[in-house]
Every structure is written in structure tokens, then in C-alpha cells.
């Protein structure tokens, strides 16, 4: 069993900044990468930013410069430091882990529960 789980949405006005979470546990290997994705309401679900193993960070090109992931213990936990939040960047933001599952060594996608975060005018 593998759990995802975010924390750290909430609301906040433009211009101001929050610091979302996600935490693996459960029987894995390893991970090789963690991403974050957000859905806003009637939209599709896209991607924001993600950390691979070697450290290498990508970006939405709507979050450059503003976002920031960060991870420890070799991407157990995965940070996304947002800044200068706009009212746009509303919606549930998502972890997920591409990761290797102990028991079979296979690899495997993961998605957390999600968080919401609102960001008002």
C-alpha cells in the first residue's frame, strides 16, 4: 500500500504565497520522480512542476519565476513554495509519485487526495 498526502492549501489574497506538502509512505523502493498538477473547476487537470532523483526541477511555464519544488529525504516528502500567487492559480493541486513498489519492483504512478487552493482579488 502506498499513500500520498498533501497538506497546506487554503486561501489566500494575490500576491501572497503558500507552501503546500506531500508525503509518501508505504512498501517503496524508491522514487524517482515527484510532480505536482492542479485542476480548476472545468478544467483539465495540468501540470505544474516536478523533481527527478538527480535534482533536476521543471516547470509549467505559467508558474515560472513564482513556484518552487523542493524535496528531502529522497523525495519522501516533496515541497511546492508558491509565490505571487494570482487568482488563476485556483484549483485542487495533486502530488504524484513515479515510483519503484517493493513488492513486485515494478513501477507504479501514484496521485495524493489533493488540496485546495484559492487565491481571491
Not at 513488492?103 to 487552493?117: E, F, I, K, N, S
Request: glycine share 10%; aromatic share 10%.
Amino acid at each position: 500500500q502506498v499513500q500520498l498526502v498533501e497538506s497546506g492549501g487554503g486561501s489566500v489574497q494575490a500576491g501572497g504565497s503558500l507552501r503546500l506538502s506531500c508525503r509518501a509512505s508505504g512498501m517503496i523502493v524508491s522514487i524517482n520522480t515527484m510532480s505536482w498538477y492542479r485542476q480548476a473547476p472545468g478544467k483539465q487537470r495540468e501540470f505544474v512542476a516536478r523533481l527527478t532523483r538527480d535534482g533536476t526541477a521543471l516547470y509549467a511555464d505559467s508558474v515560472k519565476g513564482r513556484f518552487a519544488i523542493s524535496a528531502d529525504n529522497n523525495l519522501y516528502t516533496v515541497y511546492l513554495q508558491m509565490n505571487s500567487l494570482k487568482p488563476e492559480d485556483t484549483a485542487v493541486y495533486y502530488c504524484n509519485a513515479d515510483l519503484i513498489l517493493a513488492l513486485t519492483m515494478a513501477p507504479a504512478d501514484y496521485w495524493g487526495q489533493g488540496t485546495q487552493v484559492t487565491v481571491s482579488s
